[in-house]
Nanobody, 125 residues
């Protein structure tokens, strides 16, 4: 059974960097798009980042563009989200998702079939 497991969430200070990861189990997600979505009552539905690895394209939400980087480790069946210059408003439970979105729908949560249970990132001084 396909499974996504996030890790790496932590409490950090504003301006710090953090890398969260998503390990995949049960099937290979080669050719899938992998994305990150935050879950916060004030940010429901907001998109963070995604990669469509069959063509090497990556996508970012406006609030994180230039600060966050999504990458894939095919050898370890994992994807990572490098988060730099973190801000208090980045605080959220970050979910990893896998699916086959077309380019125009890569930012929509409805485009993804598989979801992890999230890893909590808290940015606070």
């Amino acid at each position: 059974q396909a499974q996504l497991v996030e890790s790496g969430g932590s409490l950090v200070q504003p301006g710090a960097s953090l890398r969260v990861s998503c390990a995949t189990y049960g099937q290979r997600f080669n050719g899938y798009g992998m994305a990150w979505f935050p879950q916060d009552p004030g940010k429901e539905g907001e998109f963070v980042a995604a990669g469509r690895y069959h063509n090497g394209m990556t996508y970012y939400g406006d609030s994180v563009n230039g600060r966050f980087t999504v990458s894939r480790d095919s050898a370890r069946n994992a994807v990572h989200l490098q988060m730099n210059n973190l801000k208090a408003e980045d605080t959220a439970l970050y979910y990893c998702a896998a699916g086959r979105p077309i380019a125009s729908s890569v930012r929509s949560a409805n485009s993804y079939t598989y979801w992890g249970k999230g890893t909590l990132v808290i940015v606070s001084s």
